[in-house]
């Protein structure tokens, strides 16, 4: 499969705590980009880092990329109950595709 | 609101029937994308179009077919459904090219049960 591998599958932490995920690939990456999905919904992105980057911040999101180990990871700090949702790395292609791992599945206990 | 529309939004369907997912943007975006969602498997893309005219092949593209006539409309195809075919489908799309900022916008997505 050309699917990354997204770890952990799931994630529960408490309010106010930190969520790593983390998501590695295989092949060379354009960029890489993270999206979110709360359930039943589309996706919405949130967060892209090219491939010449090793960290990128977006508000409570810090995204690092390690193009040697052909991993990623992204850190929600200051969780809230609304971050909620299921996450996933996208890798874009050399032919300009995006392919998306399997997710981590995120709870935020109130 | 721009965005991506896509119909229906779910549908039951018996196995065997041709059924067309339809999508459309208003986005004026080059490129669009179908992706179906399988639970345990994340997101898997089916077909793509980086532009009006021209078509290509996903990771699991057997048994869809696509069209891109004009900008707007993306529409998705399954000449005989099969019960594997059972699935959330995404459409979404993206400015395109070769700047490497292709950024995905998503529909709302057509959950599909073919028996």
């Known amino acids: 499969s050309q699917q990354g591998e997204e770890d952990p599958q799931a994630l529960s932490i408490q309010e106010g705590e930190n969520a790593t995920m983390n998501c590695s690939y295989k092949t060379s990456i354009n960029n890489l980009q993270w999206y979110r999905q709360n359930s039943g919904r589309g996706l919405v992105h949130l967060i892209l880092?090219?491939?010449?980057?090793r960290e990128k911040h977006s508000g409570r999101l810090r995204v690092t990329l390690d193009t040697s180990k052909k991993s990623s990871s992204l850190l929600i700090t200051a969780s809230r109950a609304a971050d909620t949702a299921s996450y996933f790395c996208?890798?874009?292609?050399?032919?300009?595709?995006?392919?998306f791992g399997s997710g981590t599945r995120l709870l935020v206990r109130p | 609101i721009a965005g991506i529309t896509q119909a229906p939004t779910s549908q039951i369907l018996a196995a065997g029937r041709r059924m067309t997912l339809r999508c459309t943007q208003d986005m004026r975006h080059n490129a669009m994308y179908w992706y179906r969602q399988d639970l345990g498997l994340g997101l898997r893309l089916i077909h793509y179009s980086n532009t009006a005219g021209t078509t290509g092949k996903g990771e699991v593209p057997d048994g869809y077919s696509v069209s891109r006539a004009n900008t707007d409309d993306f529409p998705l195809t399954l000449a005989s459904a099969v019960p594997s075919q059972t699935s959330v489908y995404f459409c979404a799309s993206s400015a395109g090219g070769s700047s490497g900022a292709n950024v995905l916008t998503f529909g709302a997505g057509s959950r599909l049960t073919v028996l």
């Open positions: 880092i090219r491939s010449n980057e």
């Open positions: 996208a890798r874009m292609d050399s032919s300009y595709k995006l392919i």
